[in-house]
């Protein structure tokens, strides 16, 4: 209420207008539920003198958990209060349509599932394991003694740290040599992302229990309890993620891709024997698309194996990884190339041949559009000449492009040579890229008074022959 | 098997050994005394009997039970009073108060007013409010209010002023009387002596001494004419090392 009172007042002489006021108001209301849901964690307090009231530490802690659960639901039922009043008090504003529009959004996709992203696709399994940790962290922190309890507590300290590995190396050399065995053992675990995400979990339930027990201090059972319950819900997570990737490569028709991403995240490694072999053998499959592409390019250079250049040192590599491509696979491969501006004119020919046969020429415009997916260090000044004389309308028009920043003499003598092989669909940009050309000449060789006539002879844009010095 | 029986009691903080192998057996009706010097380790004692620090080693007994598995029930039967215990509520003292004693069957509030309303303590604040002495004072006013069988007292001496001292150590009188037993951590040695029928001393995490007041007496030097007090017991026996240490810096 006091949220409200100051957004509504405090701010309202600073507001410009009303919809600066909800906006401020929403504001103080966030941040009010921010405070009353950060700050108001009582366990600690309460842990101070229940020592002397017959009140058992599971029922602390069970009062703590739904004590959180309140909360939730008070801020919650209070924020869809608050934008429920707003709604219907000022339908009209612009900002509360917006919010009322991603509410329906966020309705459609996530309560009526009317949107097609839940109805249809599933979610990978790296996706459903970081929504996994994302929300075990979110549980860890609401659900703790205090917001920031493991930290409020002193939990993880440097001495403490320091201490602890100290006297563990001192007092108890087999669990420190197990504990060793683990360290250099989570490289061979970090490749299974189920134990990962199992482990990440044991990890946080084990802060969580310290933090409680700092506060309540747990008799050794209990202890024993909690940490069996912690090492039992890890391991029943990992089942559950692995479960769940074997689910979605049962149950969904899986590209080859999503199929080889569910098993790198069961733990096998694809790139096991021939690594490079194995890519070129993927990235040679002639339906493979952009996303793909670039996720099994992103796999296997997480994988510390050798650099997936060697792939164009492979017999028939263009063939196999850039000619026999779709369109929707294509220019992502070209990406894969290694040093592109030193391909040979031939092989850039070849490539800009498969443009024109994936994409025929529309306009000059699209066909920029369709260069701009081309990686830009293949376009070489060097190459204008060829490109220039070919037949192919990319070739043609890349040319062009690059005829920009080159002395304009040469331009001229280039488009005059190969006037008569340019192709129809780019007389329009012949003739725009001669006036600019022509007028840069004129302005700097023709007699002051005569200056002016040329400049606009350019900006009516007369015909080409008119005003270059020899016709073409 | 007395109420509170601790055997073989260690506390290590990691390569520091604070209790080395502490046993005592406290018996019902009886007021004792834990003397030591600060450091010593009497509060990591205190705290392990109440339950509010783990031993490294050893058992902890509180009427027979142990505190591992102590029955939360029987937590009305013991009173803790220390400065680490707070009512740290946002409510005023006296519903907090209204709220705490129904968890107590044999809560006593005609003493519970009784003390309030000598000590002048006005509860229509918030605990916090209030300073270090009346937040004790209140505490302790609950735990008497208990009727439990058993007060442990942290270090109640150094936070009350004189006549507040004297007025709660009478109440604890009574409450012996009554057949309570209270075990009391202390550095104010000469006003609690006169009360104490069993006394402790620890010193580097060791108990030096565990006896009554007759066996204090035997400790006497044969040409001493007056009994020898607890304090000057206490001094002597801390008094060697002390010159050792000294001699240890002057070298």
């Not at chain 1, 209070?78 to 329906?104: G, Q």
């Not at chain 2, 039967?77 to 400065?83: N, V, Y």
């Amino acid at each position: 209420m006091s949220a409200i009172a100051i957004g509504y007042v405090l701010f309202a002489p600073i507001s410009e207008n009303l919809t600066e006021q909800i906006y401020f108001m929403n504001w103080a209301i966030y941040i009010s539920m921010y405070g009353v849901f950060f700050y108001h964690y009582p366990l600690k307090n309460i842990s101070k003198w229940s020592v002397n009231a017959p009140i058992s530490k599971e029922g602390l802690i069970s009062f703590n958990i739904i004590f959180q659960f309140f909360k939730i639901f008070v801020t919650l039922g209070l924020l869809s209060l608050v934008l429920t009043v707003e709604f219907h008090l000022f339908k009209d504003n612009f900002y509360i349509d917006k919010l009322n529009d991603n509410i329906l959004v966020f309705k459609d996709i996530f309560i009526s599932k009317k949107e097609s992203i839940i109805k249809t696709k599933f979610l990978p399994s790296d996706y459903f394991l970081a929504f996994f940790i994302g929300a075990s962290f979110i549980g860890a922190f609401l659900f703790n003694v205090a917001p920031y309890g493991t930290f409020q507590q002193r939990i993880i300290t440097w001495d403490n740290t320091k201490n602890s590995v100290l006297y563990l190396f001192k007092n108890h050399p087999i669990l420190s040599s197990l504990f060793i065995f683990f360290i250099f053992s989570l490289k061979w675990i970090v490749q299974s992302r189920p134990i990962l995400g199992g482990l990440f979990f044991f990890l946080l339930s084990l802060l969580v229990i310290k933090t409680y027990d700092s506060i309540l201090l747990f008799s050794r059972r209990f202890q024993f309890f909690l940490v069996s319950l912690a090492v039992s819900t890890s391991i029943l997570s990992s089942v559950f993620l692995w479960q769940y990737s074997l689910l979605i490569q049962k149950g969904f028709p899986l590209t080859e891709t999503e199929k080889i991403k569910e098993e790198v995240f069961l733990g096998k490694n694809i790139f096991e024997e021939d690594p490079i072999g194995k890519l070129h053998s993927l990235l040679s499959n002639p339906e493979i698309c952009k996303d793909d592409i670039n996720s099994l390019v992103r796999l296997y250079r997480k994988m510390d194996l050798p650099e997936d250049k060697k792939l164009f040192e492979k017999k028939d590599a263009m063939k196999n990884l850039i000619f026999n491509k779709k369109e929707c696979g294509f220019f992502t491969s070209l990406k894969l190339i290694p040093k592109i501006e030193s391909l040979s004119v031939d092989k850039k020919l070849k490539i800009l041949n498969k443009v024109l046969e994936l994409l025929p020429p529309g306009s000059s415009a699209t066909g920029v559009e369709t260069l701009n997916k081309i990686p830009p260090k293949f376009f070489n000044k060097k190459d204008i000449g060829i490109l220039l004389s070919t037949k192919n309308f990319y070739a043609q028009l890349s040319a062009m492009l690059l005829m920009k920043d080159i002395p304009e003499q040469l331009v001229l003598d280039l488009l005059r040579f190969n006037i008569k092989k340019i192709s129809p669909l780019l007389k329009g940009r012949l003739r725009d890229l001669v006036i600019e050309k022509s007028c840069i000449i004129f302005t700097g060789s023709v007699e002051n008074f005569l200056e002016k006539k040329v400049i606009s002879y350019c900006r009516k844009g007369r015909s080409v022959s008119s005003i270059l010095p020899r016709p073409l | 098997m007395g109420i509170v029986n601790l055997q073989n009691i260690k506390k290590n903080y990691f390569f520091l050994n604070v209790l080395k192998d502490i046993s005592l057996n406290l018996e019902a009706g009886k007021f004792y005394g834990l003397l030591g010097e600060n450091g010593a380790g009497k509060s990591t004692l205190f705290q392990i009997i109440v339950g509010l620090e783990r031993p490294t080693s050893g058992c902890v007994k509180l009427f027979n039970k142990n505190l591992e598995s102590f029955p939360s029930e029987l937590k009305t039967e013991i009173g803790i009073i220390s400065e680490k215990i707070e009512l740290d509520t946002p409510l005023s003292m006296e519903k907090f108060f209204n709220f705490y004693r129904k968890f107590f069957q044999k809560w006593n509030q005609s003493l519970f007013d009784e003390i309030i309303n000598h000590q002048k303590i006005d509860l229509s604040k918030p605990f916090k409010k209030y300073s270090r002495g009346q937040k004790m004072q209140m505490v302790l006013a609950a735990e008497l209010s208990k009727s439990p069988k058993i007060l442990l007292i942290d270090e109640i001496t150094s936070v009350l002023d004189v006549y507040s001292r004297l007025f709660y150590l009478k109440k604890l009188e009574d409450f012996k009387e009554n057949g309570g037993t209270i075990f009391l951590t202390t550095n104010v040695i000469t006003e609690v002596e006169n009360h104490l029928d069993h006394i402790f001393i620890i010193k580097n995490g060791k108990i030096i001494f565990n006896g009554n007041k007759d066996d204090i007496q035997k400790n006497k030097c044969p040409l001493d004419k007056k009994p020898l007090s607890l304090e000057v017991f206490f001094s002597r026996l801390h008094a060697p090392e002390k010159e050792d240490n000294n001699n240890d810096q002057a070298a």
